[in-house]
């Protein structure tokens, strides 16, 4: 895994200057720091950053063909160069490494833009035809691996893998974009459409952007999509047998390294499943690794060391404490937008137990997302239910007034608040979807902000991105559009950018294997009935790994990684909640209304209500906002 950096010229091909670009380039040393290379020609320079996993000797980037005519800088891995690398062998192309980097070189050679369908892989890369003076920046398919991207005044773009690679260049406008500000506000991530500095781009999941000296920027180009629209015909059986043949397919090529591998293992379905299916391949234990509490309620550590013991694993487990709040500013550091995931601290954790035994390891994420895991997409699904046997003009009146007078009960499980699912009843399926996954609702939004923001944000609400996607998707219904949705926005802004980040700050290599597109295509075909069954996600998933794994950890509630940061705001961060209302950066921006954020802080550090998670928000925001504009 590495990071890439580069300057490229539009207009004309003015010098590229090298100390620039290499400050650039030595910004993002974490991801990479076994090498670093810069290149330049008129009008262009490409930096790189170098984890070395495959081919440790020859794999050295920016890496060039024998001719010179193209030249590359590659973040990612590529699970399937070696049948590409054989194809184009028998089409006439010579190699000298081993590695998957110059597999793409002639890959584009050959087929231009079109390379991008034959990969199979993660990856976020840049690569320079100095024949047609293109450059041509391309992002796989689900958004595993980042790209930032922007113009600046010299009439150049700049490009790196994280946004602090951007911020390195003196040109880089530091501007925010309120419309983010609202983005982060009510999902908690800053969202791949948007950037919390003004001007500043994501090249989306499954995009590229082909930019050429003397034309201006164009727009990015999607080559791939999921599809919810089609459905598989075939049986249940015979769709539960494609899906462990896809399965085993998408562990095995990601096994593929000349690094110690391992995984992440924390007791649930989806990282147990891919444990079960690499001890299976492996021929010596499979190294993997967990974290538990020391709070018991929220320890896991038990099922973990189940699977382990049933798979004879060399496992590993640390026991983090309770009040590991101390890694907030490494965090902010390596986020760079703010990002209010709290799992992200026990993920740090846990990337960081990896990387002492191992340099890449194998996640769980994904499945979720494909499977229609999370406990949102099965009352989302039960709601559209009720939606469908009652008309809009009834639902809206009657379930509005009826959530209105409701007590609220923010402290019950989601199931168990009547307001919220009442309230939800009565919009549409994408309006009350886009609120579910929210975290501050736009009444909770408008009750903190200033008249001067609510005003610069004229009406905007950023709920609106996701219930246009939710519209507009290939879907079939209301549960093929959340999932849809989620695929386009959470998965990317929010999963992928955790792993990213807390991976790559500890120099490990994560890899997805359950975010094998071709297994994401055959999930999103699945019928409604073997995703959600009987109040149960992940159906065939799980009716799949019984072959596998004891029904104890297949059926048992999903818990994930839980931070107990609403302890936290009343024991030993109640004064930075205190701080956060009445000084400090956000007080600077003038977006907020200080007494609110007061009485906010107050209520709930004496315990009158939960207000954990929209604080942690406005903790999160002020560390960024310090890093990004020096407030």
Request: aromatic content about 8%; overall charge neutral; charged content about 25%.
């Amino acid at each position: 895994m590495c990071g890439i950096t580069g300057i490229f010229h539009l207009e004309t091909a003015k010098p590229v200057d090298p100390a620039r670009l290499r400050k650039m380039t030595d910004s993002l040393t974490h991801r990479g720091p076994d090498g670093s290379g810069i290149w330049t020609a008129p009008g262009v320079g490409l930096g790189h950053r170098r984890l070395s996993i495959i081919d440790l000797e020859g794999g050295a980037q920016p890496m060039l063909t024998a001719d010179e005519a193209q030249v590359l800088s590659f973040n990612g891995e590529i699970y399937n160069f070696q049948d590409i690398r054989a194809e184009l062998e028998r089409l006439g192309h010579q190699f000298e490494t081993s590695s998957d980097s110059e597999v793409i070189l002639y890959a584009w050679r050959q087929w231009g833009v079109d390379c991008l369908k034959r990969l199979n892989g993660m990856f976020a890369f840049a690569l320079y035809d100095q024949r047609s003076r293109q450059l041509f920046l391309a992002r796989d398919r689900l958004g595993v691996k980042p790209l930032f991207y922007a113009p600046v005044s010299d009439g150049s773009i700049l490009f790196a893998s994280e946004l602090k690679g951007l911020l390195a260049n003196p040109l880089l406008r530091r501007e925010p974009s309120l419309r983010a500000v609202d983005d982060y506000l009510a999902f908690g991530y800053v969202p791949d459409q948007t950037s919390l500095l003004r001007g500043v781009k994501k090249l989306p999941a499954g995009h590229y952007l082909l930019l050429e000296q003397g034309k201006p920027e164009p727009d990015p180009v999607q080559y791939w999509d999921m599809d919810f629209s089609q459905r598989h015909k075939a049986s249940a059986n015979a769709l539960e047998e494609e899906l462990v043949e896809l399965l085993k397919q998408a562990v095995g090529s990601r096994m593929i390294a000349d690094v110690p591998l391992g995984a992440f293992l924390s007791g649930g379905v989806d990282s147990s499943a891919v444990v079960a299916l690499m001890a299976e391949r492996s021929r010596r234990p499979v190294k993997t690794c967990t974290i538990g509490f020391d709070e018991q309620s929220l320890d896991e550590t038990g099922y973990a060391r189940q699977v382990a013991e049933r798979f004879q694993t060399d496992h590993r487990k640390r026991i983090v404490a309770a009040d590991d709040f101390g890694l907030i500013d490494t965090l902010a550091d390596h986020f760079d937008e703010p990002f209010a995931d709290a799992s992200a601290l026990p993920t740090y954790r846990v990337c960081e137990l990896a990387r002492e035994t191992v340099t890449v390891a194998l996640s769980g994420d994904g499945a979720d997302e494909a499977m229609a895991g999370y406990r949102r997409h099965v009352f989302h699904h039960a709601e559209e239910r009720v939606r469908g046997l009652l008309p809009q003009s009834f639902r809206g009146p009657a379930f509005g007034w009826l959530g209105s007078i409701y007590p609220k009960a923010d402290w019950a499980p989601r199931p168990f608040r009547a307001k919220s699912t009442l309230l939800s009843l009565a919009r549409t399926g994408p309006e009350g979807y886009a609120e579910a996954v929210g975290v501050t609702t736009p009444s909770g939004r408008n009750r903190i902000y200033s008249d001067a923001m609510r005003s610069d944000l004229g009406g905007y609400q950023a709920e609106q991105r996701m219930i246009d996607l939710m519209e507009q998707a290939p879907a079939r219904n209301g549960l093929d559009q959340a999932q849809y949705a989620d695929m386009k926005m959470w998965l990317p802004g929010d999963i992928l950018t955790k792993m990213d980040r807390t991976s790559m700050a500890v120099g490990l290599e994560a890899r997805e294997p359950l975010l094998d597109y071709r297994l994401m295509e055959f999930a999103a075909k699945l019928p409604a009935s073997l995703r959600v069954h009987r109040g149960q996600g992940k159906y065939l998933l799980k009716k799949s790994m019984e072959r596998y794994l004891p029904s104890d950890i297949l059926y048992r509630p999903k818990m994930g990684f839980v931070t107990p940061i609403a302890q936290w705001f009343r024991g030993p961060l109640a004064d930075t909640a205190r701080d956060i209302a009445s000084g400090g950066n956000l007080a600077r921006t003038g977006w907020f209304d200080s007494k609110v954020l007061r009485r906010i802080a107050e209520d709930h550090i004496a315990g009158r209500s939960d207000n954990s998670r929209l604080l942690w928000q406005l903790l999160m925001l002020d560390k960024s906002l310090s890093r990004l504009f020096g407030l």
